[in-house]
C-alpha cells in the first residue's frame, strides 16, 4: 500500500533559489533511491511539503526532515494511506510562486493558475496544497 506525508514548515533563514536548488537537487537523488515521490513548494520562508511512498521509507524521511536545523514547525497535515502517487514521476517537484519552475506544477495542479478556482479533485492532498497555495502565493 502507499502511503503520503504533507507537512508544513517555515525555514530558519530565507532561502535564495539557488540554495533551495541545492537541496531539491540532493532530495531528488536520495528521494529516487528510495522511489519516494513528491513536491514541495516553498513561498517566502513558508514550506508544504508532499512524500509519497513505501511508509517505512517516508516515515523514516519525515523523522530526518523534523530534525533538521533548517527547519522549525513542522506541522503534519497528512498521514496515510493513498491509493495512487499523486506525483508519481517526480522525485522531488519544486516549485516557488516566483519561479520558471512553477510551469512545471501547472498540468498537475490547475489551480496554480487561479488560486481561488474551485477545486477539480476531491484529492485531499491537491486540497492542501491549494490552501497552502492560495494562502502564500502573493506574499
Known amino acids: 500500500m502507499m502511503h503520503s506525508i504533507v507537512y508544513l514548515s517555515s ?3 530565507l532561502l535564495d ?6 537541496i531539491i537537487e540532493k532530495s531528488r537523488i536520495n528521494n529516487a533511491e528510495a522511489d519516494i ?3 514541495l513548494i516553498y513561498c517566502n520562508g513558508s514550506i508544504i511539503q508532499v512524500l509519497e511512498g513505501d511508509k ?3 516515515h523514516s524521511l519525515f523523522e530526518k526532515i523534523k530534525r533538521d536545523d533548517r527547519h522549525n514547525q513542522v506541522i503534519p497535515l497528512f498521514q496515510g494511506p493513498v491509493n495512487v502517487r499523486s ?3 517526480w522525485a522531488m517537484g519544486y516549485s516557488t510562486p516566483a519561479s520558471r519552475n512553477m510551469d ?6 490547475s489551480f496554480i493558475e487561479d488560486p481561488y478556482t474551485q477545486a477539480k479533485s476531491e484529492n ?9 497555495f492560495k494562502n502564500n502565493h502573493r506574499n
Open 56 to 58: 517505512d521509507a517516508i
Open 87 to 89: 506525483f508519481d514521476n
Open 104 to 109: 512545471e506544477l501547472k498540468d498537475k495542479l
Open 37 to 39: 515521490t513528491g513536491v
Open 11 to 13: 525555514s530558519r533563514v
Open 124 to 132: 485531499k492532498i491537491f486540497s492542501l496544497l491549494q490552501v497552502f
Open 17 to 22: 533559489e539557488r540554495e533551495m536548488g541545492n
